[in-house]
């Protein structure tokens, strides 16, 4: 596999990733009683504990998005 192709890949996984958190994060902040209505149908929590969950899964989401999609994207394209 060629550089360009993993840069390629790493570009479009970033974006289709990116997209997620952001849509995740907007439903979060601008809808937070309906996103827990709807998942307390499936996973009966408490409210204090679902605000616990979500965040550290946020938090989780983008560390995790920035160490294996941003990073080797832009290492990808610094060497490229």
């Not at 890949?9 to 997209?19: A, D, P, Q, T, V």
């Not at 560390?63 to 994207?73: A, E, G, H, Q, S």
């Amino acid at each position: 596999m060629d550089i360009q192709t993993l840069t390629a890949f790493f570009m479009w996984c970033s974006i289709l990733n990116g997209g997620l958190l952001a849509l995740w994060t907007v439903f979060c902040v601008f809808a937070p009683d309906l996103v827990y209505r709807t998942q307390r149908r499936w996973f009966p929590i408490p409210r204090e504990t679902w605000d616990v969950v979500i965040y550290s899964f946020l938090g989780m989401f983008k560390i995790v998005f920035l160490v294996f999609n941003l990073v080797p994207y832009v290492a990808l394209r610094i060497i490229g």
